[in-house]
């Protein structure tokens, strides 16, 4: 059997770390919002250089606040990708603002910049690049369009920790740059976690308030606010996995181009443009015989996964917006081709050998 994660093995390799980082925070008995968050902040921010990290309940939670503390009201535009995890729309319908998506790139699967410019009208406020699967979107184009029609970049970093275009961070591009913890992302905790970083000091301290009841602590409430907060246990195993983080995404770039390597005659690999890196947070390729593949994978117990199945588009909460099939055709396109492949850093030359070579077989 091949996992898409092997997340046991990597908590092995740290345990003795992270058992006694947690039975410290145990006996410290500050549970929320105490000196680890800070410390893990501090850490966050300087990694990425910039100013400031505030840590929160969740990706979700990242979006959502980060949203939350722009001058965005009702009716208000924000274009982003119909490819990408439900999250990253929710959070814009959670402040109110209408989602105008953009296309993707073929290639890329990330938003494509050619077509961002005619969707912009006067109540578009803000957009929410994702960088999916850990490849970075077109950040000079996009904050060159942000720059001209004076727009809000918020960069859905969930799957891009440590991703980064000509050596730069993605999350440093824009206004505020939004992280997931969950436990599969490629910086994972043991629960929920998420954080935002920014050199805007207004909008730090806005989500500060708001990810505690728009209260800093002292129960003097300037707004109403949300209960999003990253926890001690959870900032205290986070600043232990910074450190592993570079040479686990290290580990997934060699699974990357062996895959690549191997399958590129066979099934559209993924594409990295000149001068990106991506943390390979999945490893997606494309085929016609998609469902094929995965049926083949599963025959030979090895785990695949659909990452997405339907565009967000589609989805029935978007129902009220009017969209329908044929909106977006590269993403749905590429909803009904891609498949990702187990690339987690532990997995082994021969496993990736075997994967393949099933992948070749049933083609
Ligand atoms: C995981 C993810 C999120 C949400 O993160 P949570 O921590 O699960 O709330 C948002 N956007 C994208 C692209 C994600 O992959």
């Known amino acids: 059997m091949i996992p898409m994660l092997d997340l046991r093995k990597e908590f092995l390799d740290i345990e003795d770390e992270v058992v006694g980082a947690v039975i410290e925070v145990l006996k410290g008995t500050r549970y929320v919002l105490g000196p ?44 982003t990708t119909p490819f990408t995890f439900f999250a990253t729309v929710e959070s ?20 494509d910049v050619d077509l961002i ?22 950040m000079k184009r996009i904050m060159e369009l942000a720059k001209k029609y004076n727009l809000y970049v918020i960069e859905d970093c969930a799957q891009s920790f440590g991703s980064s275009i000509d050596g730069r961070l993605t999350g440093t591009f824009g206004d505020a740059g939004c992280f997931s913890f969950y436990p599969s992302k ?42 999003s907060r990253l926890d001690e246990i959870q900032a205290a195993i986070l600043l232990i996995k910074l450190d592993k983080v570079g040479g686990n995404n290290a580990k997934r770039r060699e699974n990357a181009a062996l ?17 990106y ?6 490893y997606t390729i494309r085929s016609a015989h998609r469902d094929k593949i995965k049926d083949a994978l599963h025959d030979a ?27 977006f055709p590269v993403a749905e396109t590429a909803a009904a081709q891609v498949l990702s492949l187990p690339v987690y850093p532990g997995l082994s030359e021969e496993a990736i050998g075997r994967i393949v070579q099933v992948i070749q077989k049933c083609l």
């Open 301 to 327: 117990d090895i785990s695949s996964v659909v990452y997405y199945p339907l565009p967000i588009h589609l989805q029935k909460p978007l129902g009220q917006f009017g969209f329908k099939k044929g909106d």
């Open 277 to 282: 890196t991506s943390n390979y947070h999945q």
């Open 259 to 275: 895959y690549t390597s191997m399958l590129s005659s066979t099934v559209m690999c993924p594409y990295i443009p000149q001068g």
């Open 117 to 138: 410019e005619r969707k912009i009208t006067k109540k578009t406020k803000a957009i929410l690049p994702v960088h999916l699967f850990g490849l970075p979107c077109d």
């Open 186 to 227: 490629n910086l994972g905790c043991y629960g929920d976690g998420g954080a935002v970083v920014t050199n805007n000091q207004e909008m730090y301290e806005t989500i500060l308030a708001l990810r505690n009841h728009g209260s800093r602590g002292n129960y003097i409430h300037s707004v109403v606010g949300f209960n």
């Open 36 to 79: 680890e968050v800070e410390a893990f902040e501090r850490r966050l921010a300087q990694y990425h250089g910039l100013s400031y990290g505030a840590g929160v309940g969740s990706g979700t939670g990242a979006l959502f606040l980060s949203l939350a503390s722009l001058p965005i009201s009702p009716g208000d535009e924000i274009i």
């Open 92 to 111: 814009i319908l959670y402040v109110g603002a209408k989602p105008v998506f953009v296309d993707i790139d073929n290639k890329t699967l990330n938003i």
